[in-house]
């Protein structure tokens, strides 16, 4: 399998069981699956969240490559991003989907948050823990 994430020295493994129960868990009841276009700039189809996604949704555009991707949902119309970002870009993209007003859920540490995450409106934080899922919702 080919890793699609290149940037500096971010490893991330996300395993078959943890893309499963992330998509069942969080993308599904997000409702970001009703867009016509789920764009995945960081995963490539071989990887086990793309293929997750994949049995929920028939048209998603995946990373091949174009690491500027992310930048690129105006591109698109009627677009939602589930992906899991490099640890070194997290802040960075939500930075960017906020601001753009792009919905996106994203799988991502939880060892810190920038604060201007917790200023957003229609905001939903899932932690897994303990085997129960927390949601703590914006106003």
Sequence with gaps: ???????????????????????????????????????????????????????????????EGEQTLWLKTSEFKDVAVIDNPPFSLSAKVEKEYFEKGVPFVLFRSSVSYPKFIFKQDMLALFMKTLGEVFVSRGD
């Design 1 to 63: 399998m080919t890793l699609s994430k290149t940037y500096s020295d971010d490893e991330y493994y996300t395993t078959e069981d943890a893309a499963k129960k992330f998509v069942d868990l969080v993308v599904v009841p997000s409702g970001t699956l009703n867009h016509k276009i789920i764009l995945m700039p960081f995963s490539n189809s071989e990887c086990p969240l793309y293929k997750s996604v994949s049995l929920v949704h028939d048209n998603i555009i995946c990373f």
